[in-house]
T-cell receptor, first 113, second 117 residues
């Protein structure tokens, strides 16, 4: 099992450009999450999905969109990147109640200039 | 809403000694989980230990143990026989155990732990 993978690992964008981050998991997990981590802070939830075809907003959803067309994939989109979106992005998944543990991907470092 | 507070931005310890990292949380939920995650310089999030709120017994994993004080809403991590490889950022995290909010983690700000030889 590869676990949770993220593509790409690094990316530099100019202000106003768009991009999509891909998260894939091969554990047949129902729930998936996107977090961002800023310097000196813990991870904050952007969006999440409780199953294929569903998405919901987390704590800091503005400027991002997500889609979960397939159970194993969770995409995070930035339509018009801003410097404030410079961060490290983590994807995570969890099987479902009452498993408890989240499995994290390796992270994507995004810089917006 | 839940909050998690780690009041120690940085800690240091000598190799082979014991160190305790503090975490407090605030919630009105009765069914929840608490976690400690380790984030080394590779930035991979690694689960260290987990505690179910309904369990009175404190969780232990080898050199890692917790002191879970439910009434005080405190969840500290004790690392015994510290090793150089324990050097990392440590995050305390809270998760509601069921319902529509199940699975969403709320993190503290983190504590940077440095183990000195």
């Amino acid at each position: 099992n590869a676990g949770v993978t993220q593509t790409p690992k690094f990316r530099v964008l100019k202000t106003g450009q768009s991009m999509t981050l891909l998260c894939a998991q091969d554990m047949n997990h129902e729930y998936m999450y996107w977090y961002r981590q800023d310097p000196g802070m813990g991870l904050r939830l952007i969006h999440y999905s409780v199953g294929e075809g569903t998405t919901a907003k987390g704590e800091v959803p503005d400027g991002y969109n997500v889609s979960r067309l397939k159970k194993q994939n969770f995409l995070l989109g930035l339509e018009s990147a801003a410097p404030s979106q410079t961060s490290v992005y983590f994807c995570a998944s969890i099987k479902g109640y009452p498993a408890g543990e989240q499995y994290f991907g390796p992270g994507t470092r995004l810089t917006v200039t | 809403a839940q909050t998690v507070t780690q009041s120690q931005p940085e800690m240091s310890v000598q190799e082979a000694e014991t160190v305790t990292l503090s975490c407090t949380y605030d919630t009105s939920e009765s069914n929840y989980y608490l976690f400690w995650y380790k984030q080394p310089p590779s930035r991979q999030m690694i689960l260290v230990i987990r505690q179910e709120a309904y369990k009175q017994q404190n969780a232990t994993e080898n050199r890692f143990s917790v002191n879970f004080q439910k009434a005080a809403k405190s969840f500290s991590l004790k690392i015994s026989d510290s090793q150089l490889g324990d050097t990392a950022m440590y995050f305390c995290a809270f998760m509601i155990g069921g319902g529509t909010s199940y699975g969403k983690l709320t993190f503290g700000q983190g504590t940077i732990l440095t183990v000195h030889p």
